[in-house]
């Protein structure tokens, strides 16, 4: 009867493996030039994952502000702003909606390398990013166009999404087959390992495709993405095996997007900024 019963258990894990990637599955954007239009699995609302990421964004707004961090370099600040109008605009080909969000830029003074645009369009880097790398402009619009693809396709809710489905379904799993906890461990990385960071890995890769095509329609040169990573790839000092990454490496990051510039260059040529 046990035998049976677990049996019956993980008939149940399989089906809502299968079941939850159908019910939730749909784009949250056209696919653009570049042809991005994979299908993601939504199942937590765009309205929960934006409200979350407001509250963490002031946080990290008030933070920066009592500390005397926010915004202290006018003219840093204006350049960022600029480039971000000149991309903005541009998300329409995506998702018209986003030309309407409620966009902000700021500039946190720190010496990290890091940047990012929060769900609803919060555009904030940190100082380090632009003056230990030295970035031109085009540079700044590589990384600002990538991390507006992530606000755009909504990765962030993508990503709750998968770990509502998949802690779920491993939820099942150990109580249907009586997972020692040791077990349960290992089950957990191969779930880490075999779905979780391989699909990171691709949304790092959709969010470069999509950059690419913002930055080329904003009339900022693509191929200011690929002097980007090879500094990127001179400050690490080094990278993390692909296959453990959340990210592509840059050599294989650089490729991709040596591949796709017969295809959007012909954007930046057209472009009325340029």
Same mark, same amino acid.
């Given at each position: 009867?046990?035998?049976?019963?677990?049996?019956?258990?993980?008939?149940?894990?399989? =089906?809502?493996?299968?079941?939850?990637?159908?019910?939730?599955? *749909?784009? =949250?954007?056209?696919?653009?030039?570049? /042809?991005?239009?994979?299908?993601?699995?939504?199942?937590?609302?765009?309205?929960?994952?934006?409200?979350?990421?407001? !509250?963490?964004?002031?946080?990290?707004?008030?933070? @920066?502000?009592?500390?005397?961090?926010?915004? =202290?370099?006018?003219?840093?600040?204006?350049?960022?702003?600029?480039?971000?109008?000149?991309?903005?605009?541009?998300?329409?080909?995506?998702?018209?909606?986003? =030309?309407?969000? !409620?966009?902000?830029?700021? @500039?946190?003074?720190?010496?990290?390398?890091?940047?990012?645009?929060?769900?609803?369009?919060?555009?904030?880097?940190?100082?380090?990013?632009?003056?230990?790398?030295? $970035?031109?402009?085009?540079?700044?619009?590589?990384?600002?166009?990538?991390?507006?693809?992530?606000?755009?396709?909504?990765?962030?809710?993508?990503?709750? *999404?998968?770990?509502?489905?998949?802690?779920?379904?491993?939820?099942? @799993?150990?109580?249907?087959?009586?997972?020692?906890?040791?077990?349960?461990?290992?089950?957990?990385?191969?779930?880490? $390992?075999?779905?979780?960071?391989?699909?990171?890995?691709?949304?790092?890769?959709? @969010?470069?495709?999509? /950059?690419?095509?913002?930055?080329?329609?904003?009339?900022?040169?693509?191929?200011?993405?690929?002097?980007?990573? !090879?500094?990127?790839?001179?400050?690490?000092?080094?990278?993390?095996?692909?296959?453990?990454?959340?990210?592509?490496?840059?050599?294989?990051?650089?490729?991709?997007?040596?591949?796709?510039?017969?295809?959007?260059?012909?954007?930046?040529? *057209?472009?009325?900024?340029?």
């Amino acid at each position: 009867m046990m035998k049976l019963l677990k049996k019956s258990l993980l008939a149940a894990t399989l =089906t809502a493996t299968v079941a939850l990637p159908i019910a939730g599955c *749909s784009s =949250t954007t056209d696919g653009g030039t570049v /042809g991005a239009d994979r299908r993601q699995l939504l199942l937590v609302s765009s309205s929960e994952v934006i409200q979350l990421s407001n !509250q963490a964004y002031q946080q990290t707004i008030a933070q @920066a502000r009592a500390q005397g961090k926010l915004d =202290t370099n006018a003219a840093q600040v204006a350049r960022l702003r600029r480039i971000a109008n000149d991309l903005i605009p541009q998300t329409a080909v995506y998702r018209p909606d986003a =030309t309407r969000w !409620q966009w902000q830029v700021h @500039a946190i003074s720190s010496n990290d390398i890091n940047a990012y645009v929060m769900p609803g369009g919060k555009i904030v880097f940190y100082s380090g990013i632009i003056d230990r790398l030295n $970035l031109t402009d085009a540079e700044i619009a590589a990384i600002m166009g990538h991390e507006m693809a992530h606000a755009l396709r909504e990765h962030s809710r993508e990503k709750m *999404s998968r770990s509502v489905a998949t802690s779920g379904v491993l939820s099942i @799993a150990t109580a249907a087959l009586g997972l020692s906890s040791g077990q349960q461990e290992l089950a957990g990385l191969a779930s880490q $390992l075999g779905l979780n960071l391989p699909h990171s890995r691709t949304q790092e890769a959709e @969010a470069d495709k999509i /950059g690419l095509e913002l930055m080329a329609r904003a009339g900022y040169n693509p191929n200011a993405a690929i002097t980007l990573w !090879q500094k990127m790839q001179r400050a690490s000092g080094g990278s993390t095996p692909q296959f453990l990454s959340t990210h592509p490496s840059s050599t294989s990051r650089i490729q991709a997007m040596q591949a796709l510039m017969p295809t959007v260059t012909p954007l930046y040529n *057209s472009s009325n900024k340029r």
